[in-house]
């Protein structure tokens, strides 16, 4: 399943940044399908709107720790989705406790930052 974290990129571990940036190309291949993202939106994983501009972050974190990226984000094509669901965003708060206690590594990444 993937996730969108959106807590600071550079406060992940190789592990989750590869991760996410992952999700970021599953849920844009989901999109375009026109796949159902309800248990996305319910599990605060998914935040459309910001999928375009957390790519972007995710890539310069990734060539910014010498690591390669050779996949371009497809276009998106949010009109078919619900407006609940393109307004949706991730409870930041909640999705960083969930990491720190998940992640021994971004809780130490964190605390140093």
């Not at 807590?7 to 989750?16: A, D, G, S, T």
């Not at 940036?21 to 998914?46: E, P, V």
């Not at 972007?56 to 009109?79: C, F, G, W």
């Amino acid at each position: 399943m993937g996730r969108m974290w959106m807590v600071p990129v550079e406060m992940l571990c190789k592990h989750h940044l590869f991760g996410e940036h992952n999700g970021l190309h599953m849920f844009t291949g989901l999109i375009n399908k026109k796949h159902k993202l309800d248990s996305y939106i319910k599990s605060n994983s998914l935040e459309v709107s910001a999928i375009q501009d957390r790519h972007t972050e995710v890539v310069a974190e990734i060539l910014k720790r010498n690591y390669l990226h050779n996949t371009d984000l497809p276009t998106l094509d949010l009109e078919q989705l619900s407006s609940e669901i393109q307004q949706y965003h991730v409870d930041r708060e909640a999705s960083l406790k969930l990491l720190l206690l998940r992640c021994e590594e971004c809780c130490n990444r964190h605390f140093k930052r």
